[in-house]
Nanobody, 123 residues
Framework: QVQLVESGGGLVQAGGSLRLSCAAS????????MGWFRQAPGKERTFVAA????????QYLDSLKGRFTISRDNAKKMVYLQMNSLEPDDTAVYYC????????????????WGQGTQVTVSS
């Protein structure tokens, strides 16, 4: 049974930082592209970032480049999202997801999902 478990969310002031973590089990982690998505209240779930199986390629939502960094540790079966200079518009539930192929940014391209972790940025 595949499980993706996110952690690290919380309440932070604008300008602050958070590091999200996602622990994976039940899949050959090093074979999967890992991604982060987010969903704000009343909005669609949207792509944030992805990293390929080896960690050598990264992809970001253009508007987040420079503030967010995705990384992974295949030995620990973990993926991370470092979020800096947070803004109130970053408030959302953040989801970790796994995809079989690289270059995927659509929700339907991802095979497995975590339950999400809430990030709230106060102004």
């Amino acid at each position: 049974q595949v499980q993706l478990v996110e952690s690290g969310g919380g309440l932070v002031q604008a300008g602050g930082s958070l590091r999200l973590s996602c622990a994976a089990s039940g899949l050959t982690f090093s074979s999967y592209t890992m991604g982060w998505f987010r969903q704000a209240p009343g909005k669609e779930r949207t792509f944030v970032a992805a990293i390929n199986w080896s960690g050598t390629m990264r992809q970001y939502l253009d508007s987040l480049k420079g503030r967010f960094t995705i990384s992974r540790d295949n030995a620990k079966k973990m993926v991370y999202l470092q979020m800096n200079s947070l803004e109130p518009d970053d408030t959302a539930v953040y989801y970790c997801a796994a995809a079989s192929d690289w270059g995927r940014t659509q929700r339907y391209d991802y095979n497995y999902w975590g339950q999400g972790t809430q990030v709230t940025v106060s102004s």
